[in-house]
């Protein structure tokens, strides 16, 4: 995996805001909690976790998708850790107290712009994927998406007749990211694919014209690319070990980033990291909180575990521990620790816990 070089640890105790949400949320979020244990223990990083409410959760105690208690205890974080929101029981609520809102005013009250979703295919899953194992070696990708901007949080209108979604950017939104963008490709392999729709889209021109006025004046070592969405979708499944880091708005963000994730085959696999402009973030597994599965003890917990890993080293400093973790979780796809959205008799989420535990308290012998 091609990881940023994070300076050591400055100090040894964080706070971290822990909000489990609804749906698997709240059972990834307890895997988690158990593995942070471990950290704790083994490795002498204090993480304090202030378990708050958000989403469906947080309305129905509250009436509010994210409480002010909540964002007082985000304001006092070091980070933040995200379960799932949502679900069908909040499904005919007003729009205000739906749970996903209160995702969207978390990402805007604390700048979370920068959207990170790192899809990397491991030997031992390549059987898992709808891909043949040839097109997946070597795949280890970066998408990096604007979260703050463009339709999502537009003007939208709606009536009788015709309804409106309005997407629009600033020069300053778009410069941030792409400085983001520029300064994590350096650290890998140097190469951004910028994604949009400027054959059609005025808002993609601008992304155009600004990214590569960026990259010219401020990161003339990048080897920028230009991809319109569609053939980028394309692509990323007929030649994925071709890119490096991916660049793109809001919208195209998000559906590219959830196609992706058929590369490492289950959207269980896959962690996030929205940041701001330090090192402070928000950190949530993509696979949301699949109510159909909440409450069987059977959700996949490598997602959260792998955001937990993200945690650790952007915005906690301890490289060397979210190394170790990582290689816990790899250890256990070698040895087929596995779920049940991956094999048809697959392990509980209380066992991958277990396994993910056992192997990491081993490897901090070794650091």
């Known amino acids: 995996m091609k990881t940023p070089a994070v300076p050591k640890a400055l100090k040894k105790s964080y706070r971290v805001a822990a909000l489990p949400g609804d ?20 490795f002498s990083v204090e993480i304090h976790l202030d378990e708050q409410l958000i989403g469906g959760a947080a309305v129905d105690a509250t009436g509010d998708p994210l409480p002010p208690a909540t964002i007082a205890a985000c304001r ?15 499904d005919s609520n007003a729009a205000a107290q739906r749970p996903e809102k209160g995702l ?3 990402r805007s009250e604390f700048g979370l712009f920068c959207n990170l979703r790192p899809v990397v295919t491991h030997p031992a899953l390549h059987q898992f994927s709808p891909l043949k194992a040839e097109k997946l070696a070597g795949v280890d990708l970066l998408i990096v998406r604007e979260l703050t901007g463009g339709i999502y949080f537009g003007e939208r209108r709606r009536d009788a007749e015709s309804a409106h979604d309005v997407c629009s950017y600033s020069r300053a939104e778009i410069e941030r990211v792409t400085r983001k963008a520029c300064q994590l490709a350096l650290q890998r392999d140097g190469r951004i694919t910028q994604v949009d ?12 014209e600004v990214v590569a006025r960026v990259v010219a004046e401020e990161f003339p070592a990048i080897k920028l690319d230009n991809m319109l969405v569609d053939s980028a979708a394309m692509h990323l499944l007929t030649r994925p070990g071709d890119f490096d880091v991916l660049l793109t708005e809001n919208l195209f ?9 058929m590369l490492c085959g289950s959207m269980g696999l896959l962690p996030s990291a929205s940041l701001r402009q330090d090192h402070f973030g928000l950190y949530e597994p993509v696979h949301g909180s699949a109510p ?9 917990p490598y997602a959260m575990f792998l955001s937990v890993a993200l945690m650790l080293r952007y915005s906690l400093s301890c490289p060397e521990v979210a190394d170790a973790l990582e290689q816990s979780i790899f250890h256990c796809w070698e040895n087929g620790v596995l779920t049940r959205d991956l094999v048809k008799d697959g392990c509980t989420t209380a066992q ?3 396994a993910v535990c056992e192997r990491l308290a081993a490897a901090h012998q070794h650091l």
Do not use: F, M
């Open 197 to 208: 729709k400027a054959n059609v889209l005025e808002t993609s021109r601008l992304w155009r």
């Open 76 to 90: 006092k974080a070091d980070a933040i850790l995200l379960g799932a929101v949502g679900g069908p029981k909040w």
């Open 253 to 261: 963000g998000d559906i590219l980033s959830d196609e992706a994730s």
């Open 23 to 42: 749906g698997v949320g709240v059972e990834v979020y307890a895997a988690a909690k158990e593995v942070l244990a471990v950290i704790r223990q083994q």
């Open 292 to 300: 159909d599965i909440a409450g069987k003890g059977i959700a996949n």
């Open 352 to 354: 991958v816990t277990a």
């Open 104 to 106: 969207l005013r978390i």
